[in-house]
């Protein structure tokens, strides 16, 4: 995983805006209807490289293929794995938002409820096509060296945050649930980072989840959960190398009150149990922007790696570069310069067809963190 040795380097979630001729692909293909495998695999090949040049333009170093294969961060794993059916089960809504119903049936009506069927497991969880992720990496791999990208990122979903979010039918608890995820993701990490790039294990459930699934436990209850999703997540990795894989921590990528959002410093301890290396955090919106001082606070392994998110990614303002200069050295002084690279709070398109920023802003959000990564630079290695 390169570091921040002579300027300070940037980066992302990974979801970028996805365009329409790439979302009715893949919806398309979720329904089932009108879908054209080869016509996929064409326009899948030429939205990465796409994604890829742009992001190189607007000024990041360390890019993703914007997921533009999957419908979501973590429901795309319904076409590689059995035991996943479709069904019609009530979501788990935020806690947050049913404290403002009139605020959450008016988001419902913008189109932030996601509109992709829902996966339910119902049989057992196994590998059933390794195909999709064997041309994602290759996508990916050609995009970077295309691009002239620093380095390449791929996403994918941790053993938690599935479990969490995908009701469980079949296994008999929610440990042998996390087993089965575990045994299967291990596949799917080892690949990704056999092939050259960096690993992202997407862990939203280790915040999010407090106000969505535990949302009527106590923290305690919580707590406990997570650490269970955490040694599952380890499991998979144990044969991947941690200065290959960085985590993302996510609280919900939703512009709301978040007023039910579990403070950071009730589960830091258990965020850094993890194995990657690098951990990506928000950092940027009014919520948890403060939080800076939990991780100056803490006891991080000298080995950790910081990507606070310096940009909001529901939000429509572009963060000024002094700006985003002012966090990024915030976190330089925690952890010194060149264990710090400059990311976002969440990605732009975490699932297909929305998005809060417009595409042209997600861009210019991106070139200005680029520039305060410049403006950062100049102080901190004059």
């Known amino acids: 995983m390169k570091q921040s040795t002579e300027r300070i380097l940037t980066t992302h979630v990974g979801s970028m805006p996805r365009p329409q001729y790439v979302v009715d692909q893949l919806f398309a293909q979720d329904k089932g209807e009108g879908y054209d495998p080869s016509e996929f695999d064409r326009v899948m090949t030429q939205a990465v490289e796409e994604v890829a040049q742009k992001q190189v333009a607007a000024g990041v170093d360390i890019i993703s293929d914007g997921e533009m294969s999957k419908i979501s961060y973590a429901t795309y794993i319904r076409h590689r794995l059995t035991g996943f059916e479709i069904a019609e089960v009530p979501r788990a809504t935020p806690k947050d938002l049913d404290d403002f119903p009139a605020f959450k049936k008016r988001l419902a009506e913008q189109g932030g409820t996601p509109k992709y069927h829902r996966p339910v497991v119902r049989g057992e969880i196994k590998i059933k096509d390794l195909e999709p992720l064997e041309k994602d990496i290759a996508n990916m791999k050609t995009a970077v060296a295309a691009s002239g990208a620093q380095e390449g990122f791929m996403n994918a979903a941790s053993p938690g945050v599935i479990a969490v979010f995908q009701p469980n039918e079949y296994y008999t608890n929610d440990e042998d649930y996390l087993q089965a995820l575990a045994e299967v993701m291990k596949v799917e990490y080892e690949k990704i980072t056999e092939a050259g790039l960096i690993l992202q294990v997407d862990c939203p459930d280790l915040a999010m989840g407090r106000h969505i699934r535990f949302r009527d436990d106590d923290t305690a209850t919580f707590k406990k959960a997570a650490q269970r999703q955490v040694e599952a997540l380890n499991y998979a990795l144990q ?47 009014p919520r948890h922007a403060h939080e800076w001082q939990i991780w100056a606070e803490a006891d991080i392994p000298d080995d950790k790696i910081l990507v606070p998110g310096v940009l909001d990614t529901t939000t429509n303002f572009v963060e000024h570069p002094d700006l985003v200069a002012e966090r990024i050295e915030r976190y330089a002084n925690i952890v010194g310069k060149e264990r710090v690279l400059a990311g976002t709070d969440c990605g732009f398109g975490t699932f297909a067809g929305f998005g809060a920023v417009h595409p042209d802003i997600a861009y210019a959000k991106l070139e200005s963190l680029a520039e305060g990564a410049r403006r950062a630079s100049q102080k901190l290695w004059s």
């Open 239 to 285: 044969n991947v190398p941690a200065d290959r894989v960085r985590m993302h921590l996510c609280w919900g990528n939703y512009e709301g009150p978040h007023t039910h959002d579990v403070d950071l410093d009730e589960i830091i301890d258990i965020v850094l149990s993890a194995k990657p290396q690098a951990v990506q955090f928000e950092g940027a919106n």
